[in-house]
């Protein structure tokens, strides 16, 4: 067992690595691109631009004074600015105080309220507009596929087989939402919490309606992965009829916006319902998880590596803007409470801050991390 557990552990080493270097870099390079180029507009001096953690394996000082430089612990990145105390951005007083009229001036913590806040916005938006980016250029390229969303078969026991929905049977809406294509299942079904739904069917020529409640059921991803979620128990038809539509420049950029909104209102829909219990932490992934997931994608070929670059980017910018000290949301929120308050909070309060972000984010890690290897079958 302990063979098989590390055997799952490092499995997708030669293929998934490169690719998942390749995908972490690109995303995190681009977070926190947009953080020096807004800071670099408002003239605050940025002293390091690191893509990765811990120690330097390469890097170099530009013209202005950045340093440039790639770490050995590739799983994030931070840019750091005259005036902060550490990689996190935390305000450095101390420092700030000692420092020449001159290096003031380009002090983060010494510029206007809404200059710091765009600065700590400009990551998450970078990562937004990446995935806008990278979708748009693959709707251009590949256009979009749909499958008409008829039942092939109905898991017996299951939510839907109790419904009454039976092969053959074509959903036609979903309380009132016009369906057309069975991915929009896998959208919405998940994302129900377990309320009851109002099927629209049409059957043998005629429309019917039906309620079904999803369940949390162990089942298994498009990637063959095990994971729980709220499914009702169907499989699309493999005769279905398939429509496929090419897109030109602004039909490909409004899909792609309106699949980013779906990553974010999915992301946050998802989040809220394993808070109260509707769906499984399991699905939580961190650096081990993404690893394995890229190199099943990679494996798929590189369009589908790019689509999980966007889906990604997307997903650590919305994250990065949660309300939680150390990230992006974090300094948002300080700047909120100093816009009301006409202050800054106290640096009693800043720290004590900080240390609960750093406690939730470690849990965080330590969870996703849990959730990633195999080592917990051992116990």
């Known amino acids: 067992m302990m063979l098989d557990a590390m055997r799952g552990l490092i499995e997708w080493t030669p293929l998934g690595l490169p690719a998942f270097l390749f995908v972490i870099t690109l995303v995190v390079f681009v977070h926190e691109l947009g953080h020096f180029l807004v800071a670099r507009f408002f003239g605050v001096t940025v002293e390091v631009f690191s893509v990765g953690f811990g120690k330097e394996i390469f890097g170099w000082t530009d013209g202005r004074g950045t340093r440039w ?26 420092a700030a105080a000692a420092m020449t009229e001159e290096q003031r001036k380009g002090a983060l913590l010494l510029k206007p309220l809404y200059q710091r806040a765009w600065v700590a916005a400009a990551g998450p938006l970078a990562n937004f507009i990446l995935a806008i980016v990278i979708l748009t250029a693959l709707y251009l390229q590949v256009g979009h596929t749909t499958i008409a969303p008829l039942v092939g078969a109905v898991t017996p026991g299951s939510p839907a087989a109790m419904a009454g929905l039976q092969p053959g049977d074509l959903i036609t809406s979903i ?68 429509r496929h539509e090419n897109y030109g420049p602004v039909t490909a950029l409004r899909a792609a916006c309106s699949q980013t909104w779906n990553i974010v209102r999915g992301t946050i829909l998802g989040v809220g319902q394993m808070l109260t219990g509707h769906a499984s932490m399991d699905q939580l992934k961190g650096p081990v998880g993404i690893a394995k997931i890229t190199r099943q994608v990679a494996s798929v070929g590189f369009l589908a590596l790019i689509n999980l670059a966007a889906i990604l980017s997307v997903s650590i910018g919305l994250v990065n803007l949660f309300p939680i000290p150390l990230l992006d949301g974090g300094h948002l929120l300080y700047y909120a409470c100093e816009a009301v308050l006409g202050r800054p909070l106290s640096e009693r309060i800043q720290e004590f801050g900080f240390r609960l972000g750093l406690i939730l984010v470690l849990g965080l890690v330590l969870l996703t991390t849990w959730n990633d290897t195999p080592l917990r079958n051992l116990f």
Do not use: C
């Open 69 to 94: 430089r790639v770490s050995w612990l590739p799983i994030g990145g931070y840019v750091k600015f005259a005036g902060d105390a550490d990689a996190a951005s935390r305000p450095d007083l101390a």
């Open 175 to 242: 309380d009132g939402t016009a369906i057309n294509d069975f991915q929009q299942l896998h959208e919405t079904i998940p994302m129900s919490g377990g309320s009851t739904l109002a099927l629209g069917i049409r059957r043998a020529g005629q429309d019917l309606s039906l309620s079904v409640t999803p369940r949390l059921m162990q089942t298994r991803d498009e990637l063959g992965n095990s994971t729980s979620q709220m499914v009702i128990g169907i499989l699309s038809d493999p005769k279905a009829p398939i």
